[in-house]
Structures are given as C-alpha cells and as structure tokens.
C-alpha cells in the first residue's frame, strides 16, 4: 500500500509517489535545492483513505531539484494554400526535473 499524492506547480497538476520522478515547466530554483509543492489531494493505492483539500491541504509534497533542460523541439508550421506562404518556426521548452521525497 503506497501514499499517493496529486500536487500542483506550474498551473498543472500531477499524481505523484514517493520516489517518482516528474518533468515540470522550468522552476526558478538551484538543483539539489529542497523545495514544497502545493498538495490538494491524498489517497492510497488501494482507496481505502482519502484526504481532499479545498483548495489544498496543509501538508506540502516535498521535492528535490535534479536537473533543469530543456525539451523536445516542437515544430510549427503556417501554410496558405496558392499564395506560396508557409513558415515554420521551432520551440524548446525550457524544464525542470523533480525527485518526490516525501509526501
């Protein structure tokens, strides 16, 4: 039986264990830096006990810095048919990996 946890950072919220490994947007902190993430849900894996926040509960996820990168390039392209238009330009988005450490 293993605690779960649904945290938010970055506008997203993500189901984490502890152990996990998760990508999220870029966070402006040092890596092995500690940081608490906002907790707004706690269960088991097995649904017998649950924890709802409203908005969240008082007890923070905490999470260790491990590396910042960058992602995967994402292309986008414009086309209008007959007028020879097209133009493609290119993302990277700038992330950030976290290692759950308790919940």
């Known amino acids: ?26 966070l402006n902190v040092k890596e092995k830096d500690t940081i608490e993430l906002v907790t707004l849900a706690t269960f088991d894996s097995e649904g017998k006990s649950l924890e709802l926040g409203a908005p969240e509960l008082k007890s923070k996820v905490k999470a260790e810095v491990v590396a910042h990168g960058k992602g995967e390039k994402i292309r986008v392209a414009r086309f209008k048919a007959k007028v020879r238009y097209r133009r493609v330009k290119g993302f990277r988005p700038f992330l950030t990996t976290l290692k759950i450490k308790k919940i």
């Open 1 to 26: 039986m293993s605690n779960l946890a649904v945290v938010k950072t970055g506008g997203k919220q993500y189901i984490v264990r502890e152990g996990d490994s998760i990508t999220v947007d870029r």
